[in-house]
C-alpha cells in the first residue's frame, strides 16, 4: 500500500462526522475570509465530508469538492447533493485544469498531504493568477499538537511530514515562498469534553487517526495510549471535572503569483 493509499484507508476508519461538526466554525470562518462568489470557481481540497464546500456554496461559489478518501466523498456527496461536484483525488493530483480556479480551500486537509511540494505544485497550477489559497493547520504549540504527541509516544517512527509543522508560522511562510501576500493568523476552537472519560470515548469513536493507531497497535498497547489519551485529558480538566479547551489553529491565507503586468485576477 503506498501512502495515499493508507491515507484513504486511515481517513475511512471511524464516524469522521462528529469531528466535521467540530471543526465546521473554521470552516465558516474560511468561507468568510473568501466572501460571495458570484459562480466564481472554488475547489475544496481534503474537504473529508464537505464542511468548506457547504459554506461557499451558499456563498455563491461555484464549488469542487475533493477527497483522497472514496468514504469521505460518499458521506459528502450524500450530504450536498448536486449543489456540489465530488471527486475522489488526492491533494497531489488534483483533477483540474490550469489555472481554472480562483480559490483553493482547504479545512485541516492540505496539512495532510503527505507531497508536501506535490501539492503546493498543484494548487499554483490549479489557481489563476491572484487566486488565493486558503487553509487551515493546527498550532505547533496548541492542544492538537499534544494531543498528537501523546498518541506518537505509543508508535513506531511515523514515516513522512507531520501535519502539524504547517502550524509553525515560520515553516508555513518558508514552504509558500513561492506565493504572494502571505498572511498566517490565529484562531481557535472550543473542544469540549463532559470528562477526560468521555474525551476518550469520542476519540475512539469519531477520530480516524486515533481508530488507525488503534487497529496498528497490539490490544494492550492499543488501550495503554487510550489511557495516555485519557490522562492527558485529566491534566487540562477544570475542577468540575469538565475538560474545556481552546484547541488554536492558524488560518493561512496566500496568492498565486500574477505575472507581470497583467490585471486582476478572473
Ligand atoms: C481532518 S479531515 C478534514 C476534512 C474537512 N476539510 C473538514 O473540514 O472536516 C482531513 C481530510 O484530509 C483527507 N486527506 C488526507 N490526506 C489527503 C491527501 N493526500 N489528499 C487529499 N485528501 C487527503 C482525509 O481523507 C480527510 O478527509
Not at 498566517?184 to 481508530?211: C, I, K, M, N, T
Amino acid at each position: 500500500m503506498d501512502q495515499l493509499e493508507t491515507a484513504a484507508a486511515v481517513w475511512a476508519m471511524a464516524d469522521y462526522r462528529r469531528v466535521a461538526e467540530r471543526l465546521m466554525p473554521a470552516a465558516e470562518r474560511l468561507a468568510a475570509t473568501l466572501g460571495v462568489g458570484r459562480g466564481r470557481q472554488a475547489i475544496d481540497v481534503a474537504a473529508g465530508t464537505g464542511n468548506v464546500a457547504v459554506c461557499l456554496q451558499e456563498q455563491g461559489w461555484s464549488v469542487y469538492a475533493t477527497d483522497v478518501s472514496a468514504r469521505m466523498v460518499e458521506l459528502g456527496r450524500a450530504r450536498t447533493g448536486s449543489a456540489v461536484r465530488w471527486d475522489v483525488a488526492a491533494a497531489e493530483a488534483l483533477p483540474s485544469p490550469d489555472e481554472s480556479v480562483n480559490a483553493v480551500v482547504s479545512n485541516f486537509g492540505l496539512i495532510f498531504a503527505v507531497g508536501v511540494d506535490e501539492a503546493l505544485q498543484e494548487i499554483q497550477r490549479v489557481l489563476r493568477p491572484g487566486g488565493t489559497l486558503a487553509f487551515t493547520a493546527w498550532t505547533a504549540d496548541g492542544y492538537m499538537a499534544a494531543m498528537t504527541e501523546v498518541m506518537l509516544a505509543h508508535l513506531p517512527t511515523a514515516v513522512g511530514p507531520s501535519p502539524i509543522a504547517w502550524g509553525d508560522p515560520a515553516i508555513a511562510t518558508v514552504r509558500l515562498h513561492r506565493f504572494a501576500d502571505v498572511s498566517v493568523r490565529r484562531w481557535s476552537l472550543p473542544w469540549h469534553f463532559d470528562s477526560p472519560a468521555a474525551g476518550r470515548l469520542f476519540y475512539e469513536q469519531g477520530s480516524p487517526a486515533h481508530a488507525a493507531a488503534m487497529a496498528a497497535l497490539e490490544g494492550p498497547q492499543a488501550t495503554a495510549m487510550m489511557d495516555s489519551v485519557e490522562r492527558h485529558l485529566q491534566t487540562l480538566a477544570d475542577a468540575d471535572g469538565q475538560v474545556r479547551i481552546d484547541a488554536e489553529y492558524l488560518l493561512i491565507t496566500a496568492v498565486a503569483a500574477r505575472p507581470e503586468g497583467s490585471g486582476d485576477e478572473g
